[in-house]
T-cell receptor, first 112, second 112 residues
Framework: GQNIDQPTEMTATEGAIVQINCTYQ??????LFWYQQHAGEAPTFLSY????GLEEKGRFSSFLSRSKGYSYLLLKELQMKDSASYLC?????????????FGRGTSLIVHP | EAQVTQNPRYLITVTGKKLTVTCSQN?????MSWYRQDPGLGLRQIYY???????DKGDVPEGYKVSRKEKRNFPLILESPSPNQTSLYFC???????????FGEGSRLTVL
């Protein structure tokens, strides 16, 4: 299986930039996902990386380095509504399942 | 509209009283999955299904059953619920190309 590690909690200021890191160990890497989850709601898809490099989508970007087992989610121009949990999930083809495994999530608090 | 529908959204029950949480998707996805989410533990996979009549255990299957008689439905069955199954449950279906998960709105279950 996978061992996925991300910080438990982070705080940042409105308008700033924050980087949420995720490290993983897997024998058959087959893609990394980031999801956003507001309290009491379902997770929603943010990004998908399967090749090394940076994927940019508006204020959010996601980076992957397969050789280092490392990804980060970069949030720019933070807004109060960005306060949420951010979930890193990794798919491993060696397990036979097409479905990713989730880390424990990073709770981001954005303050004025 | 593409969606995953879970019912009930909220349920309070007592120990030992069998219950079923239904899940239905309208996207013709082959893969579906059930998760439970507990504070500090993140999303943990209970069972998943790769297609009709094909199911397999996730990380925390004890105390749960599933069935997949038709592609669109993937119910979660608690034969004899116990208080440690008090949790927030999410059903998800998986897009075939990217592996993106589409989540239901969640079912908050309390077992007294």
């Amino acid at each position: 299986g996978q061992n996925i590690d991300q910080p438990t909690e982070m705080t940042a200021t409105e308008g700033a930039i924050v980087q949420i890191n995720c490290t993983y160990q897997t024998s058959g890497f087959n893609g990394l996902f980031w999801y956003q989850q507001h309290a009491g709601e379902a997770p929603t898809f943010l990004s998908y990386n399967v090749l090394d490099g940076l994927e940019e989508k508006g204020r959010f970007s996601s980076f992957l380095s397969r050789s280092k087992g490392y990804s980060y989610l970069l949030l720019k121009e933070l807004q109060m509504k960005d306060s949420a949990s951010y979930l890193c999930a990794v798919r491993d083809r060696s397990g036979g399942s097409y479905i990713p495994t989730f880390g424990r999530g990073t709770s981001l608090i954005v303050h004025p | 509209e593409a969606q995953v529908t879970q019912n009930p959204r909220y349920l309070i029950t007592v120990t030992g009283k069998k219950l079923t949480v239904t899940c239905s998707q309208n996207m013709n996805h082959e893969y579906m999955s059930w998760y439970r989410q507990d504070p500090g533990l993140g999303l943990r996979q209970i069972y998943y299904s790769m297609n009709v009549e094909v199911t397999d255990k996730g990380d925390v299957p004890e105390g749960y059953k599933v069935s997949r008689k038709e592609k669109r439905n993937f119910p979660l069955i608690l034969e004899s619920p116990s208080p440690n199954q008090t949790s927030l449950y999410f059903c998800a279906s998986v897009a075939g190309v990217t592996g993106e998960l589409f989540f239901g709105e969640g079912s908050r279950l309390t077992v007294l």
